[in-house]
């Protein structure tokens, strides 16, 4: 996820994190960026005209006060299948910026 920020630049949050052929993978990206928001390692930012993006801070872009600490590593949101379906409609999107990860294999029961 990190190497895909650092690469692409600023990417709209829904464009980064919807894979329009598994709305699971979605969910977990949109987890597995929460974390990198609690970590400070990437921001959040909502446009002029109501896009929010997403980018790869650098250590430069750290906060200095607590209050902005808290304020940059909290993120809620509602993302349910009716809000993933929306998203691929509103943002065209056709394919998965993250790449699609394998299903896990389950292995013989004991």
């Known amino acids: 996820m ?14 980064f994190i919807i894979n ?13 960026l929460s ?11 909502v446009t002029d005209a109501g896009e929010p993006m997403v980018w790869r801070t650098l250590p430069s872009d ?6 902005q600490i808290a304020a940059s590593r ?17 943002f065209e999107i056709t394919q998965a910026t993250i790449p699609t990860r394998c299903p896990p294999t389950s292995g013989p029961r004991s």
């Open 20 to 32: 329009p052929e598994s709305f699971g993978q979605s969910v977990e990206n949109l987890y597995f």
């Open 74 to 90: 909290q993120m809620v949101m509602e993302f349910d299948m009716a809000t993933w379906k929306h998203a691929i409609q509103v």
């Open 35 to 45: 974390v990198l928001f609690h970590e400070g390692m990437c921001g959040l930012r």
């Open 62 to 67: 750290k906060c200095d006060t607590d209050d």
């Open 2 to 15: 990190m190497d895909i920020l650092e690469a692409m630049g600023p990417l709209n949050l829904f464009r």
